[in-house]
């Protein structure tokens, strides 16, 4: 190994000429990002290496470049091995290792959390004697002009006001959390006359009392409904947009307040039907704003006893109760269908075995996720997560979307990607390469086993079964020029480009505009999103989730390509097209820009008094 003064010989002084701080080509990179580092050495950028294992460097009082070595406690995060930068330089520990001039290898997704952590690792030990590692000795003193991070938290706020470019920005919880992105599109009303259950699938906040109580009525209220398409399901009048229900159900029925006294496969009363359809037309009644003068609106809270009509709906349901309908009921429950499906843009996708699924607020990758189809379940499962592990206000419980288009019968997700560049005003590019993540069990409503229900990668790497369809690829991935020529072979080839592009477009513009107030807005800063997109019979999109700071970790080969792809075009867009809009910025469009709004707003008015003093006589 070369020591520094047989360094300098060889050429430290020249070095040292080709990282001036005048050029504005400094970058820190934390997180396993190899690609951004390879891009943006292959501009003539030097990186700022940064410390590791969350130690954070801190300036010594009295302005002294001193360094002191701090403990970072960690935040309970999901990423590993985060690097801290701060204000003040100095000898730094080396990050990164030698890299190859082309895109990573694919590896499997049972080995991406441990080679996203190894990765980081290795930046440890990169050898000294590479040439970005002199070079990046030299600017160890300097402000970087480019930060790409992981995580906000881990940069000293002291240096982050100082650089000029970040791909964070703060507070995006109110998009980026199941509990934030639930209460944003309650508030849509306010921003725009567009109704959320046309695009994201009904949601409640467990943990505030009036949302609670809002589920159960709407638990219900989707229990009556439910029961009227399986009726005439049963009586061999089957709708468009029903789920045949099981003959027999195995799993055992928990925490029941009342036992319904019809026994499996014997026919139910009259009783039953009746009182679905008196609570739907109620329902119609308030759809239709009938309910103004009525002292108690809801229906759920005073027509019918709902432990008992809820235990018979159980009993049809997922036990294979019989029901005996007389013709005028028939035709009752058909029309009432009808005006109800005018009513309500989710009836197509609701099914009829009223599934729900719980979530945990603030975690990702699929973790915590479970489905349930009964009220007292959905509650207990909340509330028997007690401190330290996850309380009940972080929990929210949504609709399962029981009727999704799925490809040779396994069900798949969306991932849809899209950057903001500023919040004021706000500027949005959409990223028209996507891919899909597929299921690894057919879909199947009668068995909720995560396996067949949850896309996530993170999940799905759990189960080393062979696809039982050898068309579902094997990897569990297709971009969406594979989907669209699947579409194509169905007929559909236009659903693409007509129904579902513009649906997600719209979705996440809806949810940008309610959280753009709270969001901590910073110029100079940007930020690349991960949708998540189920996609419903009819092709229409419907809006899971949105993540920050999504994985670019190339897990199989269309991830490999497209992750690579994204990455590049978000440094062309942030870097290159303010001073030339007419660069390259690869797959992204503009999806939106906001009218500018001055700072100052005149009002046109003279605010000034006049008049004289009063003397004292």
Known sequence: ?????????????????????????????????????????????????????????????????????EKKPSDGGDEQGQAVLSPCGGEQPSLGTTERLHYPRPYSEEDKEDKEEKEDR????????????????????????????????????????????????????????????????????????????????????????????????????????????????????????????????????????MASTAEPGSPLSLRVVEEALEVCEQHLGILGHQDIDRKTPSPCRTCIDWDHFLQDYYCVAHEGARLALSGAQREQCQDVLQRLAKQLPQLSIEGNLNIWILKPSAKSRGRGIVCATRLQEVLQLARSCAPPSVQVCEWVVQKYVERPLTVFGTKFDIRQWFLVTDWKPLTVWFYRDCYLRFCSRPFSLHCLEPARHLCNVSIQKQYKIPQQDPRVPSDKTWSNKQFQAYLARLGRADAWHQVLVPGMKAAILNVLRCAQDQVGFRKGSFELFGADFLVGEDCQPWLLEINSCPTMSPSTAVTRRLCANVQRDTLRLVLDHKDNPNCSIGAFELLYKEAAVPTCLNVGLNL??????????
Not at 24 to 48: M, N
């Open 608 to 617: 000034m008094v006049q008049g004289s003093s009063l003397k004292t006589p």
């Open 122 to 257: 290795e930046q440890c030990n990169e050898d000294p004697d590479d040439i970005h590692d002199l070079m990046s000795h030299l600017v160890r003193d300097e402000v970087p002009n480019f930060l790409w991070t992981i995580r906000l938290g881990n940069i000293d706020q002291e240096l982050l006001q100082k650089i000029e470019v970040v791909n964070r920005y703060r507070r995006v919880h109110a998009l980026s959390t199941k509990e934030g992105l639930c209460l944003s599109l309650q508030n849509l009303s306010w921003f725009e006359q567009i109704d959320p259950n046309t695009f994201f699938p009904r949601c409640y906040r467990l943990g505030i009392v009036e949302e609670q109580e809002a589920f159960i009525e709407d638990f219900r209220l989707t229990a009556a409904r439910s029961l009227l398409k399986l009726a005439l399901e049963k009586a061999g009048d089957k709708l468009v947009g029903t789920e045949q229900p099981p003959k027999s159900n195995k799993r055992p029925a928990t925490s029941h307040p």
């Open 1 to 69: 190994r070369l020591r520094r003064a047989e360094l300098e010989e060889q050429g430290w002084g020249r070095l040292s000429s080709l990282v001036s701080p005048q050029e504005k080509k400094i970058f820190a990179l934390q997180g396993p990002y190899p690609i951004i580092r390879r891009l943006l050495r292959a501009r003539g950028w030097v990186e700022r290496k940064l410390p590791h294992n969350g130690r954070q460097l801190k300036q010594q009082p009295g302005g002294q470049k001193k360094q002191q070595l």
